[in-house]
């Protein structure tokens, strides 16, 4: 495994070295010592596998496409920012706005996770993104999801910690998101319905949690033990009545 | 009963006599207006928006639109539109929307400002027979330069230059995206930048594969709804533009009506067709000048540090927020004065919200030079630039270039009629269906707009020609030239221009 030691290295630096790593053909890369840098992970392309030690900075993996990002400890802000493709696994809480605008791949959550989480998520066909975090989330989680699938676990909760905020999936107009307990509506926005999932709809939960509790070394049946309710958009043109033509 | 208490805006006429029943008028409006009716055309004029197409394709000349004389009582307050939009609302409850820049009657300060010309004293240089530069670098320039002597004894840069975007003349394309416009159209924009030596810019809708033959010619764009961005796209064109917000609408987002998502537009923005494709307001990882620093330099990251344009409205505040953003790191700011068009905005927000662009390159302009940091980025002023002399103006009051999208619409057939959100644009333009967009045909309308840009390309020569200058870079900030006709003493303060006679 080809190693880079990132303790005091610039972000502009340590990228530069990393892409150059990947440039010269290096699937499997550990970068030790991280500390805040910026922008790991970001436009990068091609298969590689980067296992992050340390806390990484916002925007890691950022437009990235086709890579794995392993990250051992928590991360911050903006993470899988309008990703294309490839995987991010965090064992850890991560912060705010994660996959905004996300078109593709898959981004693993071991803990909690802040506001405005999987918002504007686009998907055609079996291009689409999925999210799934294992505890908490804030308010706005979903917001004007166009498409993929968000899954909210809400593991480990201290009793009276509710598991998502307000304004649940506000403006939603495609997708789907699985929350694993019952769902109060007032907490969502006006454009979400709930319901129980299908067959189809476990059959995308079962897929999504068996890779994801594989990622982060969870039992599946121990998820699997409570039941899931859907949210989808209720129309296809929420404000399709706001406007006089 | 009570729908339609407005009456009709205009009034579709047929001359019966001279009509051949060729039924041209019912193939060409995109809006139904016209019908058969078994030996006559039938006319539903209440649908007419005066956009001309029947009238130009009518080979009979049978055809005249008229404004129509029954309005509302004529009153000096209550205008046609404020009676109408109450109307309208009465029955919807909806927020009026509309096409296009604000044509209220605010005081259009270009043409409140005149340009100078040399006299005896001073010559003045024939653009016909003598050379003249137009050509224009974008991006960020360094404050100093050092050069050293190379081994073979001649000097050369030492400093290394940040990357320049070299246009032909200082008049680029406003970003007009996929789906609001549509791709024949946005084709005209390309194959007239290629030819012409400048930009077109894709919007917030994608990047259709049939425009890579003209990636060099293109800025692409990332906005609230990052429709189509992807790491093949941010390194596609010759730079990335963040939009923050349009002239036409400022502080508010998009919502490009479900009417206008077919299933190519849905794939392009990976959104589910017939959808509204939502454009939010705010970019929710931008909420300071640190956030925007944070997207600029994770977008040079992704692009190995391509130039990265800035796209504001101009509001109260200009100055001091692009200050922020030349400091955020950008390489160009694109200011979108209050003129600006769009394809579809609240006309409440349209005509009431911003400032006009005169003043926001002069504000910009000035703000950032007392700061020291106008080298730092380049300034692309638009927001209603109607000619060459608009754009001169505008470059003698600060901008490095001008962009411009309504003008560049009118060549395809545009005649501002302003109902660009309904996606029946007869002319091909504003509309994603098929049979309409089949009218615009790319190589014939790219004629049409080159022809355009190579006349305000010898218009901007003959203007330089007169100031007795011969490089564009000499007009730009140049307010020495410019002088204010009827403008009170704030507005020439603000603007650093005497008044005519001083």
Request: charged share 25%; aromatic share 4%.
């Given at each position: 495994?080809?190693?880079?030691?990132?303790?005091?290295?610039?972000?502009?630096?340590?990228?530069?070295?990393?892409?150059?790593?990947?440039?010269?053909?290096?699937?499997?890369?550990?970068?030790?010592?991280?500390?805040?840098?910026?922008?790991?992970?970001?436009?990068?392309?091609?298969?590689?596998?980067?296992?992050?030690?340390?806390?990484?900075?916002?925007?890691?993996?950022?437009?990235?496409?086709?890579?794995?990002?392993?990250?051992?400890?928590?991360?911050?802000?903006?993470?899988?920012?309008?990703?294309?493709?490839?995987?991010?696994?965090?064992?850890?809480?991560?912060?705010?706005?994660?996959?905004?605008?996300?078109?593709?791949?898959?981004?693993?959550?071991?803990?909690?996770?802040?506001?405005?989480?999987?918002?504007?998520?686009?998907?055609?066909?079996?291009?689409?993104?999925?999210i799934v975090v294992g505890g908490t989330a804030g308010d706005f989680f979903g917001e004007y999801m166009a498409g993929g699938v968000l899954i909210l676990l809400g593991l480990n909760r201290k009793p009276g910690i509710p598991i998502v905020g307000d304004y649940l999936g506000t403006g939603m107009h495609g997708g789907a998101i699985y929350i694993r307990g019952d769902v109060d509506k007032n907490i969502c926005g006006a454009?979400?319905?709930?319901?129980?999932?299908?067959?189809?709809?476990?059959?995308?939960?079962?897929?999504?949690?068996?890779?994801?509790?594989?990622?982060?070394?969870?039992?599946?049946?121990?998820?699997?033990?409570?039941?899931?309710?859907?949210?989808?958009?209720?129309s296809l043109r929420p404000y399709g009545n706001l406007y006089a033509y | 009963m009570f729908k339609n208490l407005a009456p009709p805006e205009y009034l579709a006429t047929i001359d019966q006599v001279k009509c051949i029943r060729c039924k041209r008028c019912i193939q060409n409006c995109g809006w139904g207006v016209y019908s058969w009716g078994g030996d006559k055309v039938l006319i539903n004029t209440s649908k007419c928006v005066k956009c001309l197409r029947c009238y130009h394709y009518c080979p009979e000349e049978a055809i005249q639109i008229v404004d129509n004389p029954t309005r509302f009582k004529q009153n000096a307050y209550w205008g046609y539109n404020n009676i109408r939009n109450i109307k309208r609302q009465a029955e919807t409850g909806g927020i009026p929307l509309t096409g296009m820049g604000s044509d209220l009657p605010y005081t259009i300060l270009f043409d409140n400002l005149l340009i100078d010309a040399c006299q005896v004293t001073n010559p003045s240089i024939d653009p016909l027979r003598e050379p003249m530069e137009l050509r224009t670098y974008l991006g960020k320039k360094p404050s100093s330069v050092d050069v050293e002597k190379g081994k073979d004894g001649k000097l050369k840069l030492k400093t290394k230059m940040p990357p320049q975007i070299k246009i032909d003349l200082p008049v680029i394309f406003s970003p007009m995206s996929y789906g609001s416009i549509s791709l024949n159209a946005q084709k005209v924009l390309a194959m007239a930048a290629k030819e012409c030596g400048i930009l077109m810019n894709t919007g917030e809708g994608g990047l259709h594969e049939d425009l890579l033959p003209y990636k060099d010619n293109i800025i692409v764009q990332v906005a609230s709804g990052r429709f189509?961005?992807?790491?093949?796209?941010?390194?596609?064109?010759?730079?990335?533009?963040?939009?923050?917000?349009?002239?036409?609408?400022?502080?508010?987002?998009?919502?490009?009506?479900?009417?206008?998502?077919?299933?190519?537009?849905?794939?392009?923005?990976?959104?589910?067709?017939?959808?509204?494709?939502?454009?939010?307001?705010?970019?929710?990882?931008?909420?300071?000048?640190?956030?925007?620093?944070?997207?600029?330099?994770?977008?040079?990251?992704?692009?190995?540090?391509?130039?990265?344009?800035?796209?504001?409205?101009?509001?109260?505040n200009v100055a001091a927020i692009a200050s922020g953003i030349v400091r955020a790191g950008a390489d160009i700011v694109y200011l979108d004065g209050f003129r600006g068009g769009t394809g579809a905005a609240p006309s409440i927000i349209r005509d009431h919200l911003g400032i006009p662009i005169e003043y926001a390159i002069a504000a910009v302009d000035d703000r950032?030079?007392?700061?020291?940091?106008?080298?730092?980025?380049?300034?692309?002023?638009?927001?209603?630039?109607?000619?060459?002399?608009?754009?001169?103006?505008?470059?003698?009051?600060?901008?490095?270039?001008?962009?411009?999208?309504?003008?560049?619409?009118?060549?395809?057939?545009?005649?501002?009629?302003?109902?660009?959100?309904?996606?029946?644009?007869?002319?091909?333009?504003?509309?994603?269906?098929?049979?309409?967009?089949?009218?615009?045909?790319?190589?014939?309308?790219?004629?049409?707009?080159?022809?355009?840009?190579h006349a305000w390309e010898h218009e901007l020569k003959e203007i330089l020609g007169a100031l007795g200058i011969n490089a564009i870079e000499s007009l730009r900030g140049n307010r020495e030239r410019l002088r204010g006709v009827g403008l009170d003493a704030q507005t020439l303060d603000i603007l650093g221009v005497k008044p005519a006679g001083r």
């Open positions: 495994m080809f190693e880079i030691n990132a303790a005091g290295v610039y972000y502009r630096d340590l990228n530069r070295q990393i892409r150059d790593a990947i440039a010269a053909g290096q699937k499997e890369i550990r970068v030790r010592n991280v500390n805040g840098q910026y922008y790991i992970g970001d436009g990068l392309r091609g298969n590689a596998t980067i296992i992050i030690e340390g806390v990484p900075g916002n925007d890691m993996a950022a437009f990235m496409d086709g890579t794995t990002l392993i990250v051992k400890a928590n991360a911050q802000d903006n993470i899988s920012n309008t990703m294309n493709s490839g995987k991010v696994v965090i064992h850890g809480n991560a912060g705010d706005v994660l996959g905004y605008g996300m078109r593709g791949g898959k981004l693993h959550i071991l803990g909690d996770v802040g506001y405005r989480v999987g918002i504007h998520m686009k998907g055609m066909k079996r291009q689409a993104p999925t454009e979400v319905g709930i319901m129980d999932p299908d067959a189809e709809d476990e059959k995308v939960l079962k897929e999504s949690l068996t890779e994801f509790c594989k990622d982060l070394d969870l039992k599946l049946e121990d998820i699997m033990k409570e039941k899931f309710r859907k949210l989808v958009p209720v | 189509g961005v992807n790491p093949d796209y941010l390194n596609a064109g010759v730079a990335v533009e963040i939009k923050i917000g349009q002239g036409a609408k400022p502080g508010i987002g998009g919502h490009l009506p479900g009417e206008k998502i077919p299933l190519e537009v849905a794939r392009a923005r990976m959104i589910p067709v017939g959808t509204d494709a939502l454009s939010p307001a705010p970019q929710h990882d931008i909420y300071s000048i640190e956030d925007l620093r944070q997207l600029i330099y994770a977008i040079k990251e992704a692009t190995n540090y391509k130039p990265v344009s800035v796209k504001i409205a101009a509001v109260h950032l030079r007392q700061e020291g940091i106008r080298n730092e980025a380049s300034i692309v002023a638009a927001g209603g630039i109607r000619s060459s002399a608009d754009a001169a103006k505008a470059i003698a009051l600060g901008a490095d270039s001008v962009a411009i999208a309504t003008a560049a619409l009118i060549t395809m057939g545009c005649t501002t009629c302003g109902k660009c959100y309904t996606g029946n644009c007869s002319w091909g333009i504003t509309t994603q269906r098929p049979e309409l967009t089949a009218r615009l045909d790319p190589e014939v309308y790219a004629e049409r707009l080159i022809n355009l840009i």
